[in-house]
C-alpha cells in the first residue's frame, strides 16, 4: 500500500503552473519517469516544465493544437518558439485533438453529440478540463510515437493557459484507448470553470 498526497488547487487556471511543475518534478524524481507530457498551446509552459525538470532525464513532450482549431489555417505554435524548445531538447506535437476530432465538426453541422464528446465530458466531470486534456495530450504523444504505452509517464492539461492538473498514467494509442490506466492524480483543480 502507498498512501500520497494530491496537490488541490482552488480554481483552474494559470496561477498554479509553478506549484505543479514542483509536485511534478517530485513525482518524476520518485518514480523515475522517463516522459512528461505537457499541453502548451504557445510553447510558454512547455519551455517552464523543462526547466523545472533539469538534471533528470525525463524528456519533456509539448503538444499544441492542431492548425485551424481556432480560426482558418491559423498555427498556433510560432515557427521560432518552436525552433527554440527544440533547442532545449523539448519535442513537440502539433496535430489533431484524440478526444474530438471529426466528431466535433458533426456535432457542430447535424447536432447531436459523439462518442468521443461524451468521453470527453465525462473526464471533465471527474477532473476538470486539465485532466481532460492531461488525458488527451499523453494519446496524441503515444499516437506520434513520442511517448511509450508500456510503462508510466506523467501528463499535463490546463484549463485555457498555464498548467493545473497532472496525472501518472499508462497512456494508450487510440484505436487502444481502454487500455489506458490512470494510476495517480499529481494534482487537480477542485472546481471547473464557470
Known amino acids: 500500500m502507498t498512501k500520497k498526497?494530491?496537490?488541490?488547487?482552488?480554481?483552474?487556471?494559470?496561477?498554479?503552473?509553478?506549484?505543479l511543475i514542483?509536485?511534478?518534478r517530485e513525482r518524476v524524481d520518485e518514480l523515475h519517469i522517463g516522459h512528461v507530457v505537457v499541453a502548451s498551446v504557445s510553447g510558454e509552459t512547455g519551455i517552464k516544465f523543462r526547466e523545472g525538470l533539469q538534471g533528470?532525464?525525463?524528456a519533456v513532450v509539448s503538444v499544441t493544437e492542431h492548425a485551424g482549431f481556432h480560426q482558418n489555417d491559423d498555427v498556433p505554435l510560432a515557427p521560432e518558439k518552436k525552433q527554440e524548445m527544440e533547442a532545449l531538447g523539448i519535442k513537440t506535437l502539433m496535430t489533431?485533438?484524440?478526444?474530438?476530432?471529426?466528431?466535433?465538426?458533426?456535432s457542430r453541422q447535424?447536432?447531436?453529440?459523439?462518442h468521443l464528446e461524451i468521453v470527453s465530458h465525462t473526464l471533465r466531470r471527474f477532473g476538470g478540463e486539465g485532466i481532460k486534456v492531461a488525458v488527451e495530450v499523453s494519446i496524441m504523444a503515444a499516437d506520434a510515437g513520442?511517448?511509450?504505452?508500456?510503462?508510466?509517464i506523467i501528463a499535463v492539461g490546463g484549463t485555457h493557459a498555464g498548467a493545473d492538473a497532472a496525472i501518472v498514467l499508462k497512456t494508450a494509442h487510440m484505436n487502444n484507448f481502454f487500455d489506458l490506466e490512470i494510476r495517480e492524480i499529481i494534482a487537480k483543480s477542485r472546481q471547473r470553470e464557470g
Open 5 to 19: 498526497n494530491i496537490l488541490y488547487f482552488d480554481r483552474p487556471g494559470p496561477e498554479n503552473t509553478e506549484a
Open 22 to 24: 514542483r509536485a511534478v
Open 56 to 58: 533528470t532525464d525525463c
Open 96 to 106: 489533431s485533438h484524440a478526444l474530438s476530432g471529426v466528431g466535433r465538426s458533426i
Open 110 to 114: 447535424f447536432g447531436g453529440v459523439s
Open 146 to 152: 513520442l511517448v511509450p504505452t508500456d510503462r508510466e
